[in-house]
């Protein structure tokens, strides 16, 4: 069999098995041969190519290769920014949290939420080394979420414009017809533009807040990462806000109070595990504990709301927790995509007892809580 000439073998690694015609009857070298089976063990795994009637392998190659082998390979088969490239889609587009144990692979990927919640999925089968170097994920995602959803979060309770004048210069609260009417002598008609001398801007109402609860429940299955990431955030947003007493409690079969560290949110985020099973209804009659005054309280169930427990309970708790006049929500996502995967049977269920059931980002939430408290 002779070489492959090198242009029409980078060919054959793009196109995989279905691009052997443009070999000629040449066969790959023990390099290339290398590289399009380590390109066969991720990609093989793309929907797409199904759909496309192209798969880059059959179905009866013996090629059970570990994640940890795969990382090997492509460190000794490719060059540097297509290693980047390869990890990067092994962990984003095809969730190989595995990958994730790799040190070096954790200080080469760009810190994000989909990264974040990998490392969530994945922490317990890292060693101390890894641990340390994931954290610095959590922190700066964490910081990042922070700076974004805290403004919007605490500008929610600050209650409506009113007409009084304002001396903090805040764009939501920009008075325009003001501003325009004390600066028309600086309109210039040769330009026709108003040069803005002094902005004028309005104060907000303060709302009334007084002694209530938030309760947060977190559903901690795998397919909820996203949403115990933006919970924690949320959490820890909220802590602080006079006059709301904030809970944070996570859940699968078990039930785990996270309340004392929800002023720390990359704290608690080290601390959730997620995967297992999931009984709603034990975290509902927990949340039903916590509850001091049923009128002043707000409880947000976060949830696929694919009950593993017992339907029955939880309808029952639930309905009775309605009818004293606690306000429950049925979140099916939180986050800033607010795209809901659930159980829609037990949602309906859930509804009709009196449960406002939908999906929220952290911002419509805080809107939520703060227009009902306030």
Not at 28 to 33: I, R, T, V
Not at 83 to 111: F, N, S
Not at 250 to 269: G, I, N, Y
């Amino acid at each position: 069999m002779t070489d492959i000439d090198p242009a029409l073998e980078r060919w054959r690694l793009i196109l995989g098995a279905p691009g052997n015609g443009v070999c000629g009857g040449s066969g790959l070298g023990a390099e290339a041969a290398g590289q399009d089976a380590a390109l066969d063990w991720l990609y093989e795994r793309d929907d797409d190519l199904d759909q496309r009637g192209i798969r880059r392998t059959g179905g009866d190659s013996p090629s059970i290769v570990h994640a940890v082998d795969w990382l090997d390979d492509i460190h000794r088969l490719f060059p540097k920014a297509t290693i980047e490239r390869l990890e990067r889609d092994a962990v984003q587009r095809y969730g190989l949290h595995d990958v994730l144990t790799d040190p070096g692979v954790l200080e080469r990927l760009e810190p994000n939420a989909e990264l974040l919640g990998a490392v969530l999925r994945t922490k317990h089968l890292m060693n101390p080394e890894v641990l340390r170097m994931a954290r610095r994920i959590v922190e700066q995602v964490v910081r990042d979420l922070m700076e974004r959803m805290a403004a919007e979060i605490r500008v929610c309770f600050t209650g409506t414009r009113s007409r009084r004048p304002s001396r903090i210069p805040r764009a939501a609260d920009f008075d325009f017809p003001k501003t325009v009417r004390a600066n028309l002598a600086h309109y210039r008609p040769e330009e026709q533009r108003l040069y803005v001398e002094t902005a004028h801007f309005r104060a907000r109402t303060r709302k009334h807040m007084d002694n209530w609860q938030v309760i947060l429940l977190v559903d901690q299955s795998g397919s909820m990462a996203s949403s115990v990431i933006h919970s924690a955030v949320t959490a820890a947003c909220l802590w602080n806000l006079p006059g709301i007493k904030t809970h944070l409690v996570a859940f699968d079969t078990d039930v785990v109070d996270l309340t004392r560290d929800a002023d720390d949110p990359v704290e608690l985020l080290m601390k959730v595990q997620l995967g297992g099973g999931t009984d709603i209804a034990r975290a509902v009659s927990y949340a039903a504990q916590l509850v001091e005054q049923p009128r002043r309280t707000i409880i947000a169930l976060i949830s696929d709301f694919y009950e593993g427990g017992d339907p029955g309970a939880l309808i029952r708790t639930s309905a009775a927790l309605v009818a004293e006049g606690v306000i429950m929500l049925g979140l099916a996502a939180l986050d800033e995509q607010s795209d809901p995967a659930y159980d829609r049977e037990t949602g309906q269920r859930l509804a009709d007892v009196g449960v406002h059931m939908g999906a929220m980002t952290p911002g419509e939430l805080a809107g939520f809580i703060a227009e009902a408290i306030g």
